[in-house]
């Protein structure tokens, strides 16, 4: 029967391990961290979110688990599909989305009461269509045709998140930049990639710290510019309280924490369930919970990379490779934020902060991922007894 019930759950059984233990730590975080956010919006009833969190997460495996029965060769015929199809809702959240943390990044579903956040789709149906149109054309990797038009649809999808999420837009760009190197794209025209990267950003971020918005209220200009400011110590506003907060959270939390349920932080830091919530949980678990959760997402990096080793086909290598580097920068990116390292930016980690769409999202790409690898090692067993006869 135990066999039977296992048999059920193919692939990686670290990649499944880690997938149950930053869902667990994400549940228990969630609850603590939304108390002050349930007193204001829930008339106090404290297991609301919790049950809302849990509720996505259940769905989100749900997802996961079917996904991963899936042949993972399907999502090479309907990634562009789907690449359109998140396009267009990307384009359509810039004039009629709903704002979500000061920026218009949602668009409404009403017959089901949620939002949707196009942004999470994209990035997912991008990674799977470069890794399609990569490993289509390795016979002529090394021609400029192929970087263009890979270099196209990434700022394409870029270009359409950046207004109202630059970070996740930085973030996508990083991570479609790292899949051509790996799908092995000339190198000669990465690092013209590199550096063109590096000195736009540069001049952006020079021209952003001595623009006047005072009549940029209705952008997400003024806000960029307060968090740079807020990392080179030059604002004293609400910028500098969130770190100041998230400071305090890591640096009273020591080895062991201070147990589950007993952060104060957690009272005075904005988003401690999202953007915040790694600090909550060093506050709470210590330093030994903050390297558990950055060592799920280091050895997913790794489960993935031997995934790459082991994948019969290009195409499956890649978009498993690439996925496990779209979670887990973005789990590094607000790992720094909480602990001073980087800016102030709206990346939440994937599967433990509070969400919706971002749930099922990160469900989808690791039943993909799985889904590679149970079909790596599926190869591999028809090997061994074709080898035995």
Not at 56 to 70: A, E, P
Not at 86 to 91: A, C, K, N, R, V
Request: positive net charge; charged residues 15%.
């Amino acid at each position: 029967m135990n066999n039977r019930f296992t048999s059920q759950f193919k692939g990686d059984k670290w990649i499944w391990s880690i997938v149950v233990i930053l869902s667990l730590i994400g549940i228990l975080a969630v609850y603590s961290s939304t108390g002050a956010l349930a007193y204001s919006e829930q008339k106090g009833d404290t297991e609301w979110y919790f049950l809302r969190h849990t509720r996505f997460l259940l769905i989100g495996l749900v997802l996961l688990y079917i996904t991963h029965h899936i042949p993972f060769q399907y999502y090479a015929r309907i990634s562009q599909i789907f690449l359109l199809v998140s396009i267009g809702l990307l384009f359509a959240t810039l004039f009629i989305g709903s704002e979500l943390n000061n920026a218009t990044r949602v668009l409404p579903i009403p017959l089901l009461g949620i939002t949707f956040q196009p942004s999470d789709m994209a990035k997912l149906f991008l990674v799977m269509y470069i890794a399609r149109y990569l490993s289509k054309n390795q016979s002529e990797i090394d021609s400029p045709r192929v970087f263009w038009t890979t270099l196209v649809y990434i700022l394409v999808v870029v270009l359409l998140i950046a207004p109202e999420n630059l970070s996740t837009a930085l973030v996508v760009f990083v991570t479609c930049s790292l899949l051509m190197f790996i799908g092995r794209v000339n190198v000669k025209y990465l690092l013209f990639l590199l550096f063109s990267g590096c000195g736009l950003l540069s001049i952006f971020v020079v021209v952003l710290l001595n623009l006047n918005t005072a009549n940029m209220e209705n952008t997400r200009i003024p806000t960029w510019k307060q968090r740079i400011e807020t990392f080179m110590g030059r604002d004293e506003g609400e910028g500098n309280y969130q770190q100041l907060q998230s400071k305090i959270a890591v640096s009273s939390g020591g080895i062991l924490g201070k147990g589950p349920g007993n952060s104060t932080q957690r009272n005075y830091l904005p988003h401690s369930y999202s953007d915040f919530i790694y600090a909550i949980i060093i506050e709470e678990y210590g330093l030994l919970g903050g390297l558990l959760v950055m060592g799920c997402f280091l050895v997913l990096i790794f489960r993935c990379s031997k995934i790459v080793g082991e994948s019969p086909r290009a195409f499956g290598a890649l978009v498993a490779i690439g996925l496990g580097l779209s979670i887990s920068l973005q789990a590094f990116v607000n790992m720094g934020v909480a602990v001073g390292l980087l800016p102030v930016t709206g990346l939440t980690i994937p599967m433990v902060s509070m969400g919706g769409t971002s749930i099922f999202m990160n469900s989808i790409a690791f039943g993909i991922i799985l889904g590679i690898s149970k079909h790596a090692q599926e190869e591999k067993e028809k090997e061994g007894l074709l080898a035995g006869i």
